[in-house]
C-alpha cells in the first residue's frame, strides 16, 4: 500500500475536526500535509528502522552504535524478546544484532555511518496535534509521491519460537479477518495501534494500513503514519475493518477512541480487539521472568519498597503504568485493572459508545504468559473459565 498516495486523497486535519467538528481536507505538499482552514501543517519525518536481514555486527564492527549520540542502539541477541520462546532467545545468543530503543531521535546519523545499509530511515507522516506546525511549508511543491513501504524489516517468526501468548491471541484474530474476508470485500483494513506490526507479519498477503502514536523502529514492517487513535486522520465511514491489539487499555480517553472508530467505519464496517481480561495478571504472576523484572525494580528502587510494601506491589504489576502516552489519566494499579478489565466493564463501555458486540472469543490460559513452559502451555491451549484476553467482534449500532 502506498501510504502517501493514499493520504494525498483521504486525510483530513484531527485539529480542525477535535475543534471545529468539520472534516477539512489536507493539501498534500512535499514537507507535509497542510490544513487550509486552521493553517496547521502535519510535517512528513524520516523515522529510523533496523533491518535485521543486512544487519551484521561483526562485519560493521558496530558502526551505528559509535555514531549514535543518544545511546539508542544496543545489543540485543533477539529484537524485543517479548515475543519469543527463552529457549528461542538462547539459541539466537550468538546472532546478535542492532537494536533501536526510545532514546532514538530519528537524527539519522546512524543510517549515515552503516556501511551495510542495515540502519534506514522512511519518510512518514505525522499527524499528531501537539506536533503539527501553525504556518503554511515553505516548499509548497505537491506531494505526488506513489512509493510504497511494505518492507520487510525483520524475519517472521517461526511456529516454535514464538510465545503461546502472541501464537494463541493472532490466530484467533486471523481466523477471524479470514472469515470476514469471504463474507464482505474489504477494501480498507486499519491495524489502529500497530506496535511492531506483528499483525501484518502474521498476514503479509492482506494489505493493512498501519497507524501508531509512536515508531517501533524494530518493527516487522514499516508503519504507514504517526497517529493518536483518539483523533484519526480519517474521513468518517472510510474503514471496513478494524483491529485493534492490546490498546484500549493504554489510552488517555478509551471513549474517544471508540467513538474515532466509529465515525471512521463504514455503516456494515467491523471491529476486532483484543484485549486483557482480570486473569492476564495472574498469568503474569506465575511467569517467573517478570518476578526478575519485580525484584531488579527493588534493588533499584529499595526506598520505595519499604515505604510501602504493597502499594510498590501493587503499582509495579498494573499492565499500563509505562504505557499511557499523554500522561493524564490516574494512575493504574493492579487492583483497579483487575476489577476494570472484567468482560462486564469492556462490554459497558462498548454500549456506551454505540457499539454492539456479534462475537466474543476466550484466549489463551493462566501460563500463557510463562516463557519457560512453552510447549505445555501450548497443549493447554485456550481456556473458556481463565482466558487471558478477551477478542471481541464489534458492530456499529443499527440506526
Known sequence: MSSFNFFNKNSICPNCFDKFKTE????????????????????????????????DPKKC??????ACGKNAISKFSIKNKSYFTFSSVIK?????????????????DCVKKCPLKAIIDIETPVFLISESIDCAP?????????KTINI?????????GIRPIIQLLYEAIINEVRSLEKKNKIDLMVDNGCGANLLKMFIPDREILSLDINADHNAFYPLHAIANGEHLPLR???????????????????????????????????????????????????????HFNYWLHIFKNPFDFLKNPLKDFDKFWAHEKDCNYEGTKQAMTLSKEIKNFSAKNWEKLFNDCGLIVEKRINVG???????????????????????IHFIYLLKKHEK
Request: net charge positive; charged share 25%.
Open 24 to 55: 477539512e481536507g489536507l493539501k498534500p505538499y512535499r514537507q507535509g500535509y497542510h490544513c487550509p482552514r486552521c493553517q496547521r501543517t502535519y510535517p512528513i519525518k524520516k523515522i529510523v528502522y533496523a533491518r535485521e536481514d543486512k544487519c
Open 61 to 66: 564492527n558496530w558502526e551505528c552504535k559509535k
Open 92 to 108: 539466537n545468543s550468538k546472532n546478535a544484532r542492532a537494536s533501536i530503543n526510545e532514546n532514538c531521535n530519528n537524527c539519522l
Open 138 to 146: 515553505l516548499d509548497t511543491t505537491e506531494n505526488k509521491s506513489e
Open 152 to 160: 520487510q524489516l525483520r524475519q517472521p517468526l517461526k511456529k516454535k
Open 236 to 290: 468518517k465511514q472510510s474503514v471496513d475493518l478494524f483491529t485493534s491489539i492490546n490498546v484500549l487499555e493504554h489510552v488517555t480517553n478509551p471513549s474517544n477512541y471508540l467513538d474515532e472508530i466509529k465515525r471512521t467505519l463504514k455503516e456494515n464496517g467491523r471491529l476486532i480487539i483484543a484485549l486483557p481480561t482480570p486473569w492476564w495478571h495472574l498469568g503474569k504472576l506465575l511467569s517467573l521472568h517478570h
Open 365 to 387: 490460559n493462566v501460563l500463557s504468559n510463562n516463557v519457560l513452559l512453552t510447549n505445555f502451555t501450548k497443549k493447554l491451549g485456550n481456556s473458556s473459565k481463565h482466558p
